[in-house]
């Protein structure tokens, strides 16, 4: 079936955070949203359908999770990303960020340190700071517009007998590096040298750009793939975000054992009716979405790479590799933090992620999601341009 991204979807009164919550999240409710991480494109046909088949059956009792979860996950890791999984490692959550906490959790104790690479998905943050521990800042290094990994400095932190686990964004969220096979066993070795649990976020994995190919880091080696928890989700890559569901892949029975304990604990990790029917569709019968998705996306990338060289050239994309989510160095404009925040979000009316909130690495920087038709970008480029100029940046 032929997908038409360019279509405008009405999402206002949906309880939709990014266009209904956009005046609480970043402080104007009259911004156009760029923000929250999830697309403006209607979801595939047959999840569509799989959901509606679901809502026909006219009770919503308690689900359970049910082989074809399982089986879906299988076929769409190993198609996609070429690793075979076994069905017994293969957990339900109703999220990646519920998995992210429930692991600090039961790998640290409060006042421990959490391994995290700022600028980065601030739940990431969150999870360590929520629960009393301590933030290790393997801060990722920035030169020539490319981030890459200080692996001196991750030894380090790694080898302190406080570090017990490390949150890792492959690719990377808002950087947008799809880490390559060099650098994730140097992540993964570190790791397993120091004695420190590697959770590796990998929500974003389909969507991977301009050539690049996203590896699993625990299909690598079977050692890494004992000590590490693998997060994928069709989320993203479908926008199914509100569905909530997501498969974890956690191949060390130790630790699959200590994530089930204590997702019992908290009792909060339930899928609802329509998760397990709209994960199924997706892994199932979705691929040729994704397909044409990356072109799509691909070509909004371009569009805002061309328009801001040609038009502001004090902000730069920073090269994409994976995700729908564009950073931009804003260094050259002058403008830094809450003033760079302020000019994005009250000057030009664009609701951008506040560069920040990812840590103050990320405070020269601006994320825009271009999830979107590429007809909503361009307008929110022209409003950004009209300040640029009349700034005279
Ligand atoms: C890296 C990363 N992890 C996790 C999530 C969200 O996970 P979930 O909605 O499954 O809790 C996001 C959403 O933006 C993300 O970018």
Known sequence: ???????????????????????ARTGNADALPVWVADTDFSCPRPILDAVRKRAEHPIFGYPIVTQDFRDATIHWVGKRHGWKLESDWIVYASGIVPVLNTLVQQYTEPGDEVIIQRPVYHPFGYAVDDNNRVISDNRLLYRDGRYTIDFDDLERRASSPRAGIMLFCSPHNPGGRVWTEEELRKVAEICLRNNVVLVSDEIHSDLVLFGHRHI???????????????????????????????????????????????????????????????????????????????????????FLDEFLKANMPKIKLVPPESTFL?????RETGLTGESLNDFFIHECKVGVSRGNSF?????????????CPRATLEKAMNMILEQYRKRGM
């Open 216 to 302: 699993p880091a625990a299909s690598l080696d079977e050692r890494y793939a004992m000590n590490t928890v693998t997060c994928f989700a069709p989320s993203k890559t479908f926008n199914i975000a509100g569905l909530r569901a997501s498969g974890i892949v956690v191949p060390n029975p130790e630790i699959r054992a200590a994530l089930e304990l204590q997702f019992k604990r908290n009792r909060t990790v339930a899928q609802n009716s329509f998760s397990i029917p709209a994960y199924v569709a997706a892994y199932e019968e979705c691929e040729d979405y994704l397909t044409q998705l990356l072109p799509y996306l691909e070509g909004n990338m371009r």
């Open 326 to 330: 564009a950073w931009l160095d804003c």
């Open 1 to 23: 079936m032929k997908y038409n991204f360019d279509e405008h979807i009405e999402r206002k009164g949906t309880q939709c955070s990014k266009w209904d919550n956009v005046g």
């Open 359 to 371: 840590g103050s690495a990320g405070s020269d920087f601006a994320r825009v999601n271009v999830g």
